[in-house]
């Protein structure tokens, strides 16, 4: 196995070539799968991979939405788009294997990573999962073998990634066993039961007691032997030396790689830093040939059932044709539009009327800026929010801008180490962003975090979590001041993470969250701002009231959230699940088609949805059940169904869940997967704050 085969010059944590493009990439694998194919002993092509979490990380492929966007979305059949255009782009480039998606579940958004992910819930993990992963693989012929525009996902990262102590990326995951099959490999398993994932990678986080790449029950006991998985089982990048070097469980590197092996890991990525130690340690007996046959077999099963034997070559002309091409930038466009969150809107202020507007000004540190968010090529264009109004309006209104603040020097999520700015840096720059305002008829800001701030952190020397949420570099102070100008105010909230914006929300009467929306996501703010695009997204995260609310995920346990002394009030300033609209719904008439079933029937829960606003709009309806009484301690509710659908101005919809024996089931205390007869509590609404419910009786 190689790595990123559109690499120049060394690894793309530090930076791309920028005129390494498509068909160059895809004449570099050609020449390079060449030698292997013609040049070695056996002949056997090399596998290559690239990074899939967000679209292909690499020049001029399509950038779309963060994954925490696009969680913000609810919609799994765009995701089928989304996740089967970006393999159809990378498998053009000679990438057979995709490095994502992440079914990592985030509680912790101080983590660096919490924009890589699909957001707290394990159900929500779970179906985007299976959408893009059936997406991107496709479906297989007779024979279990991908076509040429397929290309084969490594599921990451297999254990706890997103609840680490602290919010330190790979650091020790605390979490007792049952917990972690509850809610963090749930998503692995639904998708390893739906869909045969031909890749997984493994955690850099230890635990219960063992770096998750040395932990034997955690990789053939629950995910070979339970799960069923029957793919190759990769390391993350340097994921077994670090039982060597950062674990202290190996005394060498020879060690690590007897113990990972041993353990169940087929491949070291990306680098052969210990594996090359394999053939000695076989000669000794610490490992059987019995394994080393396992791992091979693994490795050359997906080789054959990637077509690579048949089909080792790809057209570098076929490559510049599908990358970044207009049909992909609709799709980012569109998941950019639906991705946004209205967070509040009081009294309608947003949208804007555009033939009303005569001179605006749009003022932060993220307005001339395009911001990709990590994992990120470079497409072959990105565009500002700037950019965007003054291409769509420039000719209609005046258009003032002010930067107001930097907030950091570096803009990029790749240097070791990042220089944040201060107030006091600040400071002339904020002046003229309030004079700016001054002159203006109404004032929009693009504020929050960028990709230098929260980010992942890839080495000891390279941090990228955080210790507070709190908005950096003067923008609280440059928020204040422009809204003490009494003129109408609105903010765009751009990040990847969720920054407290408490103050903010009370200051400004709309406020927009905007994560990091890929190529075209600054069309859709402007859009959005004025009205040409109706926001429907949902948070996929709780969004808590700052660091010290920490954690705030709605799904916790019954004891928990007793609440704070001294008016700290509840952890969540919004709840999972909430997002507003430019039109207004009306839930009614919950009802379900039986009071009681058994635990081999089916019932259905109905509920009726009207658009009782003035503009076309869409919902995201969700189901919640709560376990009333378990022999487990259970959720007080859990996300188990949801459906987005689209009303016009007055019309009313009926949306049905099928509750089945899957929706009501938990682990026992034997890590059994069982159905218990009881009351249950079914939630049906626009968030998981809905208090419209109603009650199931199961024998």
């Known amino acids: 196995m190689m790595v990123r085969p559109n690499e120049y010059l060394g690894s793309n944590i530090i930076q791309y070539h920028q005129a390494y493009g498509a068909r160059k990439g895809a004449e570099q694998y050609n020449e390079i799968q060449k030698y292997f194919v013609e040049q070695t002993r056996l002949g056997i092509p090399v596998v290559m991979h690239d990074e899939g979490v967000h679209g292909v990380w690499a020049n001029d492929a399509t950038c779309y939405p963060v994954p925490i966007a ?44 919490t924009e890589e992910t699909w957001g707290e819930d394990p159900y929500l993990n779970a179906q985007f999962g299976i959408s893009a992963v059936s997406a991107m693989q496709g479906q297989p012929d007779k024979k279990g073998y991908l076509d040429e525009n397929h290309v084969g996902v490594t599921l990451k990262h297999f254990g706890v990634h997103g609840q680490p102590e602290g919010g330190h990326n790979t650091a ?34 230890e635990i219960w007691g063992k770096p998750a790449h040395a932990n034997k029950h955690l990789l053939q006991d629950i995910l070979r032997g339970e799960f069923g998985y029957k793919g190759t089982v990769v390391s993350d990048y340097d994921g077994v030396l670090r039982t060597y070097e950062v674990d202290k469980m190996a005394q060498a590197k020879a060690d690590a790689a007897v113990t990972c092996i041993n353990a169940g890991v087929d491949v070291e990525l990306p680098n052969p830093e210990t594996f090359t130690f ?39 002309q076929r490559a510049d044709v599908v990358n970044d091409c207009e049909a992909h930038r609709q799709i980012a466009y569109r998941a950019a539009s639906e991705a946004m969150v209205l967070l509040k809107n ?23 800026r395009c911001i990709l968010g990590g994992y990120s090529g470079y497409p072959k264009d990105t565009i500002s929010p700037l950019r965007a109004i003054r291409e769509k309006y420039g000719n209609h209104m005046d258009i003032l801008y002010a930067e107001g603040c930097r907030l950091t020097k570096e803009h990029s999520p790749y240097p070791p180490v990042i220089h944040p700015l201060t107030f006091e840096d600040n400071g002339a720059k904020i002046r003229q962003a309030v004079e700016t305002a001054r002159q203006a008829d109404v004032v929009v800001l693009f504020v929050g975090g960028n990709e230098s701030m929260s980010r992942e952190a890839y080495g000891w020397d390279a941090k990228g979590d955080l210790a507070s949420l709190e908005l950096i570099a003067g923008q609280k102070e440059l928020i204040r001041e422009i809204a003490a100008l009494g003129k109408p105010v609105c903010a765009f909230v751009n990040g990847g993470t969720t920054y407290n914006i408490a103050e903010l929300e009370s200051l400004v009467p709309a406020v927009m969250q905007c994560w990091y929306l890929g190529q075209e996501g600054s069309y859709a703010m402007i859009d959005a701002l004025f009205g040409d695009i109706n926001p429907s997204g949902k948070l996929p995260i709780s969004y808590p009231r700052d660091a010290g609310h920490i954690p705030a995920y709605y799904n916790h346990k019954p004891s928990s959230r007793m609440g704070y002394n001294l008016g700290g009030g509840s952890p969540e300033l919004h ?90 089931s938990f682990y026992d205390e034997d890590y059994s997967w069982i159905c218990e007869p ?14 419209s419910t109603t009650s199931l009786t199961v024998r």
Request: hydrophobic fraction near 35%; include cysteine.
């Open 172 to 205: 020790p995951s605390f979490l007792d066993e049952h917990e972690a099959r509850s809610q963090f490999l749930y998503p692995f398993r639904e998708v390893i039961r739906h869909c045969d994932p031909f890749y997984i990678m493994v955690t850099y986080n």
């Open 278 to 316: 394999l053939k000695k340690m076989v000669e000794q007996g610490k490992v059987s040939m019995e394994v080393i046959d396992r791992a091979v077999t693994n490795v050359l099963v997906n080789k054959f059932r990637l077509g690579l034997f048949e089909h080792p070559y790809v057209d570098p």
């Open 346 to 368: 009081e009294n309608g202020f947003l949208p804007l009327d555009k033939n009303k507007v005569k001179k605006i000004a749009l003022i932060g540190p993220n307005t001339d």
């Open 575 to 664: 709840p999972f699940g909430y997002g507003l609209s430019y039109t207004t719904f009306e839930y009614s008439n919950l009802r379900l088609d039986k009071p009681q079933m058994s635990t081999n029937e089916t019932a259905t829960v109905s509920i009726d949805v009207q658009n009782t606003g003035q503009r076309d709009g869409d919902e995201v309806v969700q189901l919640y059940i709560t376990d009333d009484y378990a022999s487990m301690t259970r959720p007080v509710k859990e996300l188990r169904g949801f459906r987005r659908i689209h009303l016009k101005t007055g019309e009313r919809q009926t949306v049905n869940f099928a509750i089945d024996r899957e929706s009501l």
């Open 678 to 691: 009881g009351t249950f509590t079914i939630a049906v609404g626009p968030s998981s704050a809905t208090d």
């Open 70 to 113: 696009l969680a913000s979305t609810w919609d799994v059949e765009l995701m089928k788009e989304l996740y089967a255009a970006t393999a159809l782009e990378m498998r053009s480039r000679g990438a057979y294997q995709s490095l994502g998606p992440v079914l990592d579940m985030v509680r912790d958004p101080r983590w660096g990573r």
